[in-house]
């Protein structure tokens, strides 16, 4: 069945029109508090007109004089089709506001138009042409969803440690924040946890812990996983197959004996006992991604300093380890958020909130005698430093994968 670019193009437009509708109408609701109700049918109508605008003069191109009489006909559809009311909200109620959300509508939908629509015609279309277009529209649906997922349990989670006991209690589903109360008001939870909470001594331990866990797995794994990469041993592809089996045996398997062996040692109730079990857990994990990037480097120039005096050891880091940065540091970041967040062992052999992990403490914050948006605080430091380290570590992600080249 042959398909013109009209029909492609309302469809589009139209969905399109729903998809960002609805996006800033949760959003509006999100950001003010005032009930927000898309008008979805007059949002895929005008979304509809835009694409078929769009496509009628050729005119898929990033230019605002271009685009400016598209963009202008939808606002009219928009507002002529919800009668001045595209979120259900009579225009006075958060004027400003409402004024926000629909240019954001209005440059969202431009802009998935423009992006899907780009070089479809009028006229009929070859199944090739219609696939790249189906293909836009659910990759631009796929990374709305996914970023609604991802972006939306963080967003709650912020607001809600911005706001007061009496604002909760008045009304839980509001995430508005007043920026009237000033400074110290908004950012009280974050202040009264680290001065009643005890939430510095969970960040410090967190931290310790987890640097430790790095470094200990880096010393046993580097020269396991070098071993099983380059070296002929008995066992060795028995080893490299089986190295991580361990992740077959379900934590909460474990836990039990492991807290009884600890009991009886003494180990429970301390740090020891947690980088005895950490360690053990991660090293494996990156053994197995080592020595698949250690297999990938070439065998010649370590012969060739082998050659030049070097010993084993003087390969492993003078060749080697520089060269295999972008390995260890993907190594480091994903063992450190294993333990940053790990939370069945520490809340299992922890008793004394004086060495409680971050994970373990914001648990300890879940009871009625807690207010909840200290536990959201909470929940956002212990997301905060993750996040600032992994986008630090990226940045030497994609310089260590240029760097160490051979040159000839």
């Known amino acids: ?45 005008a979304g509809a007109l835009h694409a078929l605008i769009l496509v009628w003069r050729g005119s898929q191109r990033l230019d605002l004089q271009i685009q400016l009489a598209p963009i202008l006909i939808a606002f009219v559809v928009i507002m002529g089709a919800s009668f001045a009311a595209p979120f259900a909200l009579p225009l006075d109620t958060m004027s400003l506001w409402q004024g926000l959300a629909i240019l954001a509508f209005l440059a969202a939908l431009a802009f998935a138009n423009m992006v899907c629509l780009k070089g479809v015609p009028l ?71 680290f001065t009643k909470y005890n939430f510095g001594t969970y960040l410090t331990v967190s931290a310790i812990v987890s640097v430790a866990t790095v470094i200990l797995t880096l010393l ?102 520089p060269l295999s940065l972008p390995a260890l540091a993907s190594v480091s970041l994903y063992v450190f958020m294993i333990a940053w967040n790990e939370f069945l062992f520490a809340f299992m052999f922890l008793d004394d909130p004086d060495i409680f992990t971050l994970s373990r403490g914001v648990v300890a914050l879940n009871s009625s005698e807690v207010p909840r948006q200290h536990l959201m605080a909470g929940a956002v430091i212990a997301t905060l430093p993750v996040l600032a380290i992994f986008l630090w570590f990226e940045r030497f992600l994609v310089q260590g994968l240029t760097a160490g080249s051979v040159k000839g």
């Not at 996006?23 to 927000?36: D, F, I, R, S, Y």
């Not at 440690?161 to 920026?179: I, W």
């Not at 361990?246 to 429970?268: E, W």
């Open 123 to 193: 006229g009929a279309m070859t199944r090739y042409e219609r696939e790249v277009v189906y293909i836009r529209m659910l990759k631009g649906i796929g990374f709305v969803f996914f970023t609604i997922i991802v972006a939306l349990p963080f967003y709650v989670m912020v607001m809600t440690s911005l706001k007061s006991q009496q604002a909760l209690l008045a009304n839980p589903l509001d995430l508005s924040v007043n920026l009237t109360q000033g400074i110290g008001a908004l950012f009280r939870s974050y202040v009264e946890l």
């Open 220 to 321: 046993f794994s580097v020269p396991g996983a070098y071993a099983v990469s380059r070296l002929r041993f008995p066992g060795r592809a028995l080893l490299s197959r089986s190295v991580l089996l361990i992740y077959m045996v379900p934590a909460i398997v474990l836990v039990i004996p492991l807290y009884a062996v600890f009991s009886q040692l003494g180990l429970r109730n301390s740090l020891t006992g947690l980088l005895i079990v950490y360690p053990a857990t991660t090293i494996p994990v990156a053994l197995y991604m080592l020595q698949g990037y250690f297999r990938g480097l070439p065998a010649e120039l370590e012969e060739a300093g082998l050659m030049d005096g070097l010993s084993r050891l003087g390969v492993i880091m003078k060749i080697t380890l």
């Open 1 to 45: 069945m042959a398909y013109s670019g009209t029909l492609i193009a309302l469809i589009c437009g139209a969905l399109w029109g729903a998809v960002t509708m609805i996006v800033t109408g949760v959003t509006l609701t999100l950001v003010t508090g005032a009930v927000a109700v898309p008008q979805i049918g007059a949002a895929a109508l």
